[in-house]
T-cell receptor, first 111, second 114 residues
Framework: GEDVEQSLFLSVREGDSSVINCTYT??????LYWYKQEPGAGLQLLTY?????DMKQDQRLTVLLNKKDKHLSLRIADTQTGDSAIYFC???????????FGTGTSLTVIP | ETGVTQSPTHLIKTRGQQVTLRCSSQ?????VSWYQQALGQGPQFIFQ???????GRGNFPPRFSGLQFPNYSSELNVNALELDDSALYLC?????????????FGPGTRLTVL
């Protein structure tokens, strides 16, 4: 479970939807997470999904999980300039909360 | 504001030196994890402590060591610093160490090794 991959950059216009994708390798991961990192700040937990779920919605955020393809996505509806940040997906190592993080996707929102 | 603080904010050391980074967890959080985030990369798990005992370790050499104290503070020590140790070091605290225990990250310590 050490290869968690993400595309490096994403640019969207304010008000559009953003979709950030992630592929992971460890099928035994019980939870998968999305974190946000703004410059000079630590990692902020956005949402997480249990591995037996396909989808989770939380206000503007929708997480989709395809276990067969080991693919996770985060959709941000009505993207705002304050959403500009680096987004990391993370998988847990078995049942603990020790994480493997992806490489991060830098989201730029154009006004 | 996660209630997790780290010190110092920035640090510059030279190759071969030793460094101690500090983290203050949320009160009541028995678990602290440390991560190394190189520039342009995602955080990599170094190790985790639960109730002052090491509870798991990533792929880091023994010159990376840690301590956790009863007052919810912890330290990351790195001996014989190498240039590649330059990174942002993040600590995260949680109540426990199961996957359902949310981790709260500190703002990090930026270490530069010259």
């Amino acid at each position: 479970g050490e290869d968690v991959e993400q595309s490096l950059f994403l640019s969207v216009r304010e008000g559009d939807s953003s979709v950030i994708n992630c592929t992971y390798t460890d099928s035994s991961s019980t939870y998968l997470y999305w974190y946000k990192q703004e410059p000079g700040a630590g990692l902020q937990l956005l949402t997480y999904i249990f591995s037996n779920m396909d989808m989770k919605q939380d206000q503007r955020l929708t997480v989709l999980l395809n276990k067969k393809d080991k693919h996770l996505s985060l959709r941000i509806a009505d993207t705002q300039t304050g959403d500009s940040a680096i987004y990391f997906c993370a998988e847990t190592m078995n049942t603990g909360n020790q994480f493997y993080f992806g490489t991060g996707t830098s989201l730029t929102v154009i006004p | 504001e996660t209630g997790v603080t780290q010190s110092p904010t920035h640090l510059i050391k030279t190759r071969g030196q030793q460094v101690t980074l500090r983290c203050s967890s949320q009160s009541g959080h028995n678990t602290v994890s440390w991560y190394q985030q190189a520039l342009g990369q995602g955080p990599q798990f170094i190790f985790q402590y639960y109730r002052e005992e090491e509870n798991g370790r990533g792929n880091f050499p023994p010159r990376f060591s840690g301590l956790q104290f009863p007052n919810y503070s912890s330290e990351l020590n790195v001996n014989a610093l190498e240039l590649d140790d330059s990174a942002l070091y993040l600590c995260a605290s949680s109540l426990g160490w199961s996957a359902t225990d949310t981790q709260y990250f500190g703002p990090g310590t930026r270490l530069t090794v010259l």
